[in-house]
């Protein structure tokens, strides 16, 4: 067994920031910080033996799985082939996918598709002459496949397989689920002056009542995410602030490739529309980006038009906004016939209709927003990081996979992959553990109530524009240095508010994301290049003298347990 503490372990936490007072010490083999397809796949697919605690930071079934709407990528049609999945993905990551984490996640496609058709996912199927499913899933193309290799369930696939995953761990009952509840921060022994800097666990708030308990654990994974929220606009729900990144960071670990922030190129633009993304699985099928006279752009930008990757039509459709003075563009799929679109996008058809746009009948306005975060917490191929104990899994994760720029589809399969390695490693390991012995409490002596709410909703407004503003699509020297100096000044200011008031879920969001921009500014002021989602006027072009090389930045603290 390893020992986790030294017998005389230290009472003092003063490296750990202030909390509300303790009320519960919970006890788990395993503590999984969020609860999308990367965190409830891990769950499930752990033996009954262990018990498994899952955090949520709203209802378990929000984030960003519930709303994706295109699919997983996986190699199931006999015309496709692993290497072809393979080499669409390096084309798409611009030099920096590393190969084995590429081919590793590729040739575990169809195990993770049917492991989910085991869960009860309701993924589409071809249908026949009398219109019964087959039993073969009708297979999608987006943009960056050269083959159609994306499953799904109509236009909802992240939804029908969050609500499948929800249902599954729902019926287990060794997986506790703690919903409204938000971690604060990872606990390591070298944090509580013990001799290993093994992860023991997170501190975590509950939201509803303001209480903070210790969750001590053999094993704790991050699974929160990824970070869009730091951008004023953005295709992701609230839940997106970086929490993982940030806490990973704090504690020790390497982070690698922030400078690339996928933005999706179509967004419903309406007023009252909020973080609504139009699929690419719409322009897969056929839909054209078009300018208010009617006139197609993208193949002056691409040979392959609107198929072209997402950071290529992204920056097409913020060119042409810049350059017209546009507030959006349209994605016209009305050519196609209107039971054609009504039977493959019945959430985009239902939704657009409530805010007056038939897409049967007439183009739907969109813009870009921030989308996928594809750097991330440094992992090997089993989702372990630099700190023993501590894993992450999907959006949170920098695994190699994604290079430069993610392609469509594969960051579910991601989730699946690396969540299921992470569950047979833990399996492997869980015997030779000690349980943590009771963590020390925190203590809310010091601080106070704040009165001055403002100072949080100000700063977050701040921070969100200035990064689409100065470290958006398109880039600078310039932009990335004022971004600097601005979030250097609000760090300061947001660390100064957090050790003198009591934490609440707004603090402790905007804590993680001005953190987590400061990592993806330091990021991209370090390349001095143009490749994938950083593009910069001042470097644009690929550096082509040098291999391509992956920007890891490493903590004070870091120190590879």
């Known amino acids: 067994m390893i020992p986790l503490f030294p017998n005389d372990q230290t009472n003092s936490l003063t490296t750990l920031g202030n909390a509300a007072a303790v009320t519960h010490q919970h006890q788990f083999d395993v503590l999984i910080i969020g609860s999308g397809a990367a965190g409830?796949?891990?769950a499930l697919r752990l033996p009954a033996r262990l018990r498994v605690a899952v955090i949520a930071k709203r209802d378990i079934q929000e984030g960003n799985t519930l709303y994706a709407q295109g699919g997983v990528s996986a190699v199931l049609d006999s015309s496709d082939s692993i290497d072809s999945h393979v080499a669409d993905t390096l084309k798409a990551g611009a030099g920096l996918?590393?190969?084995?984490?590429?081919?590793?996640?590729?040739?575990?496609?169809?195990?993770?598709?049917?492991?989910?058709?085991?869960?009860?996912?309701?993924?589409t199927t071809e249908k026949t002459g009398n219109g019964n499913g087959n039993g073969n899933f009708h297979l999608t193309r987006e943009g960056?496949?050269?083959?159609?290799?994306?499953?799904?369930a109509a236009d909802s696939t992240g939804r029908a397989i969050e609500t499948s995953l929800v249902d599954a761990v729902k019926a287990r009952t060794n997986i506790s689920w703690f919903e409204r509840?938000?971690?604060?921060?990872?606990?390591?022994?070298?944090?509580?002056?013990?001799?290993?800097?093994?992860?023991?666990?997170?501190?975590?708030?509950?939201?509803?009542?303001?209480?903070?308990?210790?969750?001590?654990?053999?094993?704790?994974?991050?699974?929160t995410g990824g970070a869009s929220k730091v951008y004023l606009y953005t295709s992701n729900p609230d839940v997106s602030t970086g929490d993982g990144i940030a806490m990973a960071w704090r504690a020790g670990c390497r982070?690698?490739?922030?400078?690339?922030?996928?933005?999706?190129?179509?967004?419903?633009?309406?007023?009252?529309?909020?973080?609504?993304?139009?699929?690419?699985?719409?322009?897969g099928e056929g839909g054209l980006l078009k300018l208010p006279d009617g006139s197609r752009f993208m193949p002056r930008f691409d040979a392959r038009g609107e198929l072209a990757s997402r950071d290529i039509v992204a920056r097409a459709i913020d060119h042409e906004m810049k350059r017209l003075g546009l507030q959006y563009v349209l994605l016209d799929i009305s050519h196609k016939p209107a039971e054609f679109i009504r039977e493959h996008f019945p959430t985009i058809h239902a939704r657009c209709l409530e805010y007056g746009v038939d897409i049967t009948r007439e183009p739907?306005?969109?813009?870009?927003?921030?989308?996928?975060?594809?750097?991330?917490?440094?992992?090997?191929?089993?989702?372990?990081?630099?700190?023993?104990?501590?894993?992450?899994?999907?959006?949170?994760?920098?695994?190699?996979?994604?290079?430069?720029?993610?392609?469509?589809?594969?960051?579910?399969?991601e989730c699946l992959v690396f969540g299921a390695a992470?569950?047979?490693?833990?399996?492997?390991?869980?015997?030779?553990?000690?349980?943590p012995d009771k963590l020390p409490e925190w203590d809310e002596s010091q601080v106070t109530d704040s009165d001055e709410e403002v100072v949080v909703s100000h700063n977050w407004d701040e921070l969100r524009r200035f990064m689409w503003d100065y470290v958006?699509?398109?880039?600078?020297?310039?932009?990335?240095?004022?971004?600097?100096?601005?979030?250097?000044?609000?760090?300061?200011?947001?660390?100064?508010?957090?050790?003198?008031?009591?934490?609440?879920?707004?603090?402790?969001?905007?804590?993680?994301?001005?953190?987590?921009?400061?990592?993806?500014?330091?990021?991209?002021?370090v390349r001095k290049e143009s490749r994938g989602l950083h593009y910069t006027l001042n470097h644009p072009q690929a550096d082509e003298t040098h291999s391509p090389q992956d920007t890891i930045l490493t903590p004070q603290n870091y120190q590879n347990s």
């Open 364 to 413: 739907i306005p969109v813009v870009p927003a921030a989308h996928y975060t594809c750097g991330g917490v440094i992992t090997d191929l089993q989702a372990r990081t630099d700190i023993a104990g501590l894993y992450a899994i999907g959006e949170t994760a920098h695994t190699g996979l994604h290079g430069a720029n993610r392609m469509a589809s594969n960051s579910l399969l």
């Open 97 to 123: 996918c590393h190969d084995d984490a590429v081919r590793f996640a590729v040739t575990h496609g169809r195990e993770q598709i049917e492991w989910l058709q085991a869960q009860g996912v309701p993924f």
């Open 181 to 223: 509840h938000i971690a604060v921060d990872l606990v390591t022994g070298r944090k509580i002056g013990a001799s290993s800097n093994r992860c023991l666990g997170a501190y975590i708030l509950d939201r509803e009542h303001g209480k903070v308990s210790v969750f001590s654990a053999k094993f704790t994974v991050l699974a």
């Open 40 to 42: 409830l796949g891990l």
């Open 144 to 152: 960056g496949h050269s083959h159609r290799r994306v499953v799904h």
């Open 422 to 435: 992470a569950a047979v490693d833990i399996e492997a390991n869980c015997n030779n553990v000690a349980y």
């Open 255 to 283: 982070v690698a490739n922030m400078e690339f922030i996928q933005f999706h190129p179509t967004c419903l633009y309406h007023p009252k529309a909020k973080n609504f993304l139009v699929t690419e699985a719409v322009r």
């Open 472 to 525: 958006g699509i398109v880039r600078t020297d310039k932009r990335l240095e004022r971004a600097k100096h601005r979030v250097d000044l609000l760090a300061r200011e947001i660390n100064d508010y957090y050790w003198n008031f009591r934490v609440t879920n707004d603090l402790l969001e905007l804590r993680n994301l001005v953190l987590v921009a400061d990592l993806i500014i330091r990021s991209a002021m």
